[in-house]
């Protein structure tokens, strides 16, 4: 059974933490994508990885940055986390190039940040 | 840029009533459309997906046609059932990244 895992299901942190959130896909897919998601606008692109190193933004990338050391891992980080990035975060990956494939998604982890 | 518009919710039908949910898209060229289901406490997964125009996707009962003539990916299932209780996501892909375009999701309440 293919899966995407993510290292939390809950964290709650303080505002001005360096806050990681871990994603690991066992697929060997080529992309991985960072979302969060809020009550009322659905999900929103944070970044994205389409290889080793290669990153690109998406729509709502300040505040964070990523890391993609490893095919298999893709790593959110909130430099200094403040209170309005408490959200529900959800990883995904996807087969390579070409638009007909589908993403497969984490159970997400719920950020609160105090 | 690429839109997806869905029926605002959130929908609460009884069981065993006919479901529909809209969707519409904005985008360039011939993008895949898909639907994504989110149960409670869960992450998103693939419902069902279409990849050119005409296609019908179909997946446990639920079905959704690609109409390029209307931008058009419409939800629907016959008979729902209480199982069914979910958030419902349109989404589209047209860019060799994998990227996706989601709408905001529908929340399906269905009743016994």
């Known amino acids: 059974d293919v899966k995407v895992t993510q290292s939390s299901r809950y964290l709650v942190k303080r505002t001005g933490e360096k806050v990681f959130l871990e994603c690991v896909q066992d697929?060997?897919?080529?992309?991985m994508f960072w979302y969060r998601q809020d009550p009322g606008l659905g999900l929103r692109l944070i970044y994205f990885?389409?290889?080793?190193?290669?990153?690109e933004k998406g729509d709502i990338p300040e505040g964070y940055s990523v890391s993609r050391e490893k095919k298999e891992r893709f790593s959110l980080i909130l430099e200094s986390a403040s209170t309005n990035q408490t959200s529900m975060y959800l990883c995904?990956?996807?087969?390579?190039?070409?638009?007909?494939?589908?993403?497969?998604f984490g159970p997400g982890t719920r950020l609160t940040v105090l | 840029g690429n839109s997806v518009t869905q029926m605002e919710g959130p929908v609460t039908l009884s069981e065993e009533a006919f479901l529909t949910i809209n969707c519409t898209y904005t985008?360039?060229?011939?993008?895949?459309l898909f639907w994504y289901v989110q149960y409670p406490g869960e992450g998103l997964q693939l419902l069902l997906k279409?990849?050119?125009?005409?296609d019908k996707g179909s997946n446990k009962g639920f079905e959704a046609t690609y109409r390029k003539e209307t931008t058009s990916f419409h939800l629907e299932k016959g008979s729902v059932q209480v199982s069914d209780s979910a958030v419902y996501f349109c989404?589209?892909?047209?860019?060799?990244?994998?990227?996706?375009?989601f709408g905001d999701g529908t929340t399906l309440t269905v009743k016994p």
């Open positions: 989404a589209l892909s047209n860019t060799n990244a994998g990227k996706s375009t």
């Open positions: 279409a990849t050119k125009a005409d």
């Open positions: 990885s389409y290889d080793v190193k290669m990153k």
């Open positions: 995904a990956s996807s087969m390579g190039s070409g638009y007909h494939n589908e993403q497969f």
């Open positions: 697929m060997d897919h080529e992309n």
């Open positions: 985008a360039t060229g011939y993008p895949s």
